[in-house]
Every structure is written in C-alpha cells, then in structure tokens.
C-alpha cells in the first residue's frame, strides 16, 4: 500500500515539476524548483534497489523513473546552456561573446551574423529525433495532457508519436531544407493538433 501511494505521489510530482520548470524557463519564476526536484529524487532513490514484486506497480515505477531521467537531461541541459549565455537549441556565438548592443564593430571587421529568433516558449525544437529523446518525450508528455484537457480520448503511445516526429521532421527537413522544426500544440474546437514551423 505505502508503494501505490508513494508512486501516486511521484507522478503528481513529476507533473508538478515538469509545470515548474517551465514556469523557470520562460522567466515567470526566478529560481528553478530544486526542493520539489530534491523530493521527486529521493521518491525514484527509495525503490531504486528494492524489489518491487508487483508486475504492475514495478512497470508504473519504471516508467515514471525513466520518464524523470528524461526530463531531467533536458533541463539540465537547457539550464547549463542558460548559465552559458546560449539560447538553448541554437548554433551561434555565445551571448558574452558578441559585442554589446551598439559597441562599434573594430576596423575591417565583418558584421556579426543575424541572430536566428529563439523557439516560442511554448515550442519544442527537435532535429534529430533518435538522438533527442528528451525532447521527443517532453513533447509528447505536453500533448498528452493538452488532451486530457481538452477532453479527447487516450493518447497514442509513445512509440507511435516518436516515429510520427521522426517522419514528420525528416520530411520537412528534405521538402524545405530546414535545420531543425519547432513544434507547438494548437487545440482548436476541442481538438488538440501538432504545428510545425521550419527552422532554417
């Protein structure tokens, strides 16, 4: 029973954290969510050895731990890029090493090149599908619950979404010679949708 319990707990959590985070990253909180974080750790910590005999609650377990490792390399990953002055999920120059607004440009020296705009907060850039799992998985967490909201019916596994952004991305990437798509869910008369915008 404490195991059902405590795997209840773990997913509200995770949900929470996924919620805080973003909230992190799109500036709307100052610091990111480190004790909700340190308890959704030490939940995943406690059963990570023990032997759980249920087929069913260690398959929910798995899940949720493999669905936190996940999240977490994203985060950690869009938060060292934050600390470095990247915009994360860009190829450019770092933040501290372009020249402040307005400095003059030394003689001779060629203009800096365009910065390409950010992703919307809400977007999610994926241009390697098999080798950015991270993403493919938040993206799909994030469609998952946008139809939960809106009403509609069970979702698709995950398996069948990763190969669906996969073939999706491939095909735009060859058509429009594009580097990277951005995608973002649009629900529209209670039906949720994936959108796609090509990144040059």
């Known amino acids: 029973m404490a195991l059902q319990e405590d795997l209840d707990r773990l997913d509200v959590a995770l949900r929470q954290l996924l919620v805080k985070w973003d909230l992190f990253f799109n500036g709307a909180e100052k610091k990111p969510p480190s004790e909700l974080q340190t308890q ?43 600390e470095e002055g990247k915009v994360f999920g860009q190829h450019g120059l ?24 950010a992703a919307a907060a809400e977007e999610i850039r994926v241009s390697d599908p098999s080798r950015e799992g991270a993403a ?21 596994a995950f398996e069948s979404f990763r190969d669906l952004i996969g073939k999706q991305t491939e095909r735009i990437r060859a058509e429009k010679g594009a580097q990277a798509v951005d995608f ?9 949708s994936l959108k796609a915008r090509i990144v040059k």
């Open 136 to 156: 493919v998985r938040a993206l799909y967490e994030r469609f998952v619950e946008a139809r939960r909201q809106a009403g509609e019916g069970p979702a698709t």
């Open 94 to 117: 770092r933040a501290e090493q372009q020249p402040p607004p307005g400095a003059p440009l030394p003689p001779g020296a060629p203009p800096p090149p365009a910065a390409r705009p």
């Open 184 to 192: 973002r869910l649009e629900t529209k008369n209670g039906k949720v």
């Open 40 to 82: 959704v750790e030490a939940l995943i910590r406690r059963y990570a050895n023990a032997e759980i005999r249920n087929n069913g609650e260690r398959f929910r377990y798995q899940g949720l731990s493999a669905r936190f490792t996940s999240f977490n390399e994203l985060w950690q990953k869009r938060l060292r890029a934050r």
